[in-house]
């Protein structure tokens, strides 16, 4: 129980270094948050807190990825659609802000599986719509005509087909 309760606040660390801006350590941040919500995993005492805490770090990371995305495609609009703009990773670009986006997604996944309902009205009030308007940047056509759901019940597509189009793209 003593490693359980270092690892929470191990977790709970994460959210203030998810902020640093160098993609290495947002990546590093990411993976350890992945690794500390499986953990605690076996004590929902502990992880539903922990959740709780670190959810608007994650919505807020979520949300700034897809203003760098939005921000790079407007980029690349303007230039002509210069590959020059898709090779840049310059810690400062657009580009860079977005190249963790895959494990953002790894850890949101995570949390959704293991905290079942906890999160359930957040998911569908933060996240969703972030995600949608993500798969909107990466591939406006794989939305099914633009109708949310593609004639399935529900407010969009599926966790699969949202990290399917999204890791698609890194």
């Known amino acids: 129980l003593v ?3 270092l690892v929470d606040a191990i977790l709970r660390r994460c959210a203030y270094y998810l902020t640093l801006p160098h993609l290495a350590d947002q990546v590093s941040v990411l ?3 992945d690794a500390a919500v499986r953990r605690l995993s076996s004590d929902k005492s502990l992880l539903l ?3 709780h805490k670190m959810w608007p770090s994650l919505v807020s990371k979520l949300r ?3 203003i760098a995305l939005k921000a790079e495609a407007a ?3 303007y230039a002509g659609d210069s590959t020059r703009l898709l090779m840049t990773k310059e810690p400062g670009s657009n580009r860079a802000k977005t ?3 895959p494990e953002l997604l790894r850890v949101l996944e ?3 599986v293991l905290t079942g309902d906890f999160l359930s009205l957040k998911f569908s009030d933060d996240t969703w719509p972030e995600l949608f308007l993500l798969m909107e940047l990466v591939n406006p056509s794989s939305l099914l005509s633009s109708s949310p759901g593609g004639g399935r019940r529900g407010k969009g597509p599926s966790n699969r087909e949202t990290l399917d189009v ?3 793209s890194s």
């Open 64 to 66: 700034e990825m897809r």
């Open 75 to 77: 980029e690349r609009e």
């Open 31 to 33: 993976r350890v948050m």
């Open 99 to 101: 190249l963790a986006l």
């Open 3 to 5: 490693g359980l309760h």
């Open 110 to 112: 995570t949390v959704a």
């Open 166 to 168: 999204i890791e698609g």
């Open 49 to 51: 807190p922990a959740v």
